[in-house]
């Protein structure tokens, strides 16, 4: 409602190091979101609890691919950013950045991919499965990388993390596909850590779980923990709200998500109620 000089501080025009990420348009016109630093250090906290989350070694060699658009969108540049940092902090990555180049993937893949222990790729989930497909024909011996698959900015089915990982050759679906919940507005507000995605599995199999967590949904949705410091979330008549602080401070301002919030212990109560130990399934 109000012009964009009016949102955004002076004070953060010319004393900050901004980057300006737009949205895609879909409601007619793009918008460009200012990111400050502090942004870039919450989505590398999460980046980094992706690594632990799934097993990947520090001390091994490991190489992130990040097959999202380099544009003026937000993927590519915050991914980067937020690998870069965590690098810097004891967890030693060597990055490369095609984009959404296929190409140049599989050439990495072939070319510089052999090389290290641990490999990343990272990128929109139908792009993702596309590279998963057509890398044998590739050149690419998916059974000869130890790979971890990071996605965002789509939700997907079960069915299609077992796909991947089959196709993939992962063992672990809880760990070695991992969907990220993000934002042209904030960065990485969420993530899918194993106990989401053990949660999520158990309830596509269990209907009253899938009631107790989801609702009356037709398609099923993302579930995914965050950090109440860095984006916190409230639900409102069944919608997202959200409060972040950054260069455009945002107040339980409506994401445009349909969704909601559950604690830890209310979670667990969700599962008693549907008959599922929770803690039990965890061990």
């Not at 809880?174 to 507000?189: F, H, K, P």
């Given at each position: 409602a109000n012009p964009w000089s009016e949102l955004i501080s002076h004070k953060s025009l010319n004393d900050n190091h901004l980057v300006l990420a737009a949205t895609s348009g879909s409601t007619g016109k793009p918008f460009y979101f200012p990111r400050a630093s502090g942004i870039d250090e919450h989505s590398s906290l999460y980046h980094r609890l992706f690594l632990e989350n799934t097993g990947l070694d520090p001390s091994k060699s490991t190489l992130i691919i990040i097959g999202f658009g380099m544009g003026v969108w937000i993927g590519g540049i915050i991914t980067y950013e937020a690998f870069s940092r965590v690098s810097e902090t004891g967890f030693p990555l060597t990055l490369i950045t095609p984009g959404t180049n296929k190409k140049e993937i599989f050439e990495v893949l072939k070319e510089v991919g052999p090389q290290y222990e641990q490999v990343v790729l990272c990128g929109y989930p139908p792009f993702i499965k596309?590279?998963?497909?057509?890398?044998?024909?590739?050149?690419?011996?998916?059974?000869?990388?130890?790979?971890?698959?990071l996605c965002a900015a789509e939700s997907f089915s079960e069915t299609f993390r077992d796909y991947l990982c089959t196709n993939a050759h992962l063992s672990?679906?809880?760990?070695?596909?991992?969907?990220?919940?993000?934002?042209?507005?904030?960065?990485?507000?969420?993530?899918?850590?194993?106990l989401s995605i053990l949660l999520r599995r158990i309830a596509v199999k269990n209907p009253l779980l899938f009631g107790e967590i989801f609702g009356d949904v037709k398609r099923l949705p993302t579930l995914a923990q965050f950090i109440p410091s860095c984006v916190n979330f409230e639900e409102k008549d069944g919608s997202l709200y959200c409060t972040a602080d950054n260069a455009l401070p945002l107040i339980n301002y409506d994401i445009g998500d349909r969704g909601g919030v559950i604690t830890y212990d209310e979670m667990i109560m969700r599962c008693k109620g549907a008959g599922v130990d929770l803690e039990s399934e965890i061990t």
């Open positions: 596309d590279l998963v497909d057509e890398g044998p024909q590739n050149g690419i011996d998916w059974k000869n990388i130890d790979l971890r698959l672990d679906p809880l760990r070695d596909v991992t969907n990220i919940y993000g934002s042209a507005e904030l960065g990485t507000m969420a993530m899918e850590t194993p």
